[in-house]
């Protein structure tokens, strides 16, 4: 049973940046899919990028060129750095894994294997 534990979250004004880490464990890493969430309040969970073992690589339109997913193999670590940030990045996110989705998978499930727990990022005005 994969777990998975996200950290890196808090309070950023516009423009900033912020360094989401995701640390799995109780699996073979490299067996997995592995993705970031977001939900903002009162909308829905939104896929935003996913990387396979491969490292084959995927982005939502909304944080393409501004986002970088990467991964740490030997560490178990997913990262996920977010530059420029706005005000509607604000949302909590959430790391995700999966045995049989590929990085494309996000823009349309969000029935994933596992998840963390979620960390909250505010960007204010």
């Known amino acids: 049973q994969m777990h998975l534990a996200e950290s890196g979250g808090g309070s950023v004004q516009a423009g900033g940046s912020l360094r989401l880490s995701c640390v799995a464990s109780g699996d073979t890493y490299t067996a997995y899919t592995m993705a970031w969430f977001r939900q903002a309040p009162g909308k829905p969970r939104e896929g935003i990028a996913a990387?396979?073992?491969?490292?084959?690589?995927y982005y939502g339109a909304s944080v393409k060129g501004r986002f970088t997913i990467s991964q740490d193999i030997a560490k178990n670590t997913l990262y996920l750095q977010m530059n420029s940030l706005k005000p509607e990045d604000t949302a909590t996110y959430y790391c995700a894994a999966d045995r049989t989705w590929g990085p494309g998978a996000i823009t349309f499930s969000t029935n994933w294997h596992a998840w963390g727990q979620g960390t909250l990022v505010t960007v204010s005005a």
């Open positions: 990387i396979d073992s491969e490292s084959k690589i």
